[in-house]
Nanobody, 126 residues
Framework: QVLLVESGGGLVQPGDSLRLSCAAS????????MGWFRQAPGKEREFVAA????????YYADSVKGRFTISRDNAKNTVSLQMNSLKPEDTAVYYC???????????????????WGQGTQVTVSS
């Protein structure tokens, strides 16, 4: 069983920054691609960013490219999402997720991820 625990959400104003963190249990963290997804009220869960296990290549949704940065620290079993220039449309519950396939490539669909955190609320409002 893998546990993922997110932290760092909150209420911020447009233009502010937040850093989300996700701590993962288990000893094979470095072998899995990790992703961040978000879900706004009344909307489907959507891909935000992902990072490869192999070379830490990063991938982003067009809506966050240039504003968000995903990173990982394999020594600490953590993956982070630095969010800058936040907009009201970034308001959502943010989830980190671990791919279902060890040594698997990054995918941008939720179905490719097996383990999910409980989510952390990010609200951007003036």
């Amino acid at each position: 069983q893998v546990l993922l625990v997110e932290s760092g959400g909150g209420l911020v104003q447009p233009g502010d920054s937040l850093r989300l963190s996700c701590a993962a249990s288990g000893r094979t963290f470095s072998s899995y691609a990790m992703g961040w997804f978000r879900q706004a009220p009344g909307k489907e869960r959507e891909f935000v960013a992902a990072i490869a296990w192999s070379d830490s290549s990063t991938y982003y949704a067009d809506s966050v490219k240039g504003r968000f940065t995903i990173s990982r620290d394999n020594a600490k079993n953590t993956v982070s999402l630095q969010m800058n220039s936040l907009k009201p449309e970034d308001t959502a519950v943010y989830y980190c997720a671990r791919r279902d396939t060890r040594f698997g490539r990054v995918v941008q669909t939720a179905g490719g991820y097996e383990y999910w955190g409980q989510g952390t609320q990010v609200t951007v409002s003036s």
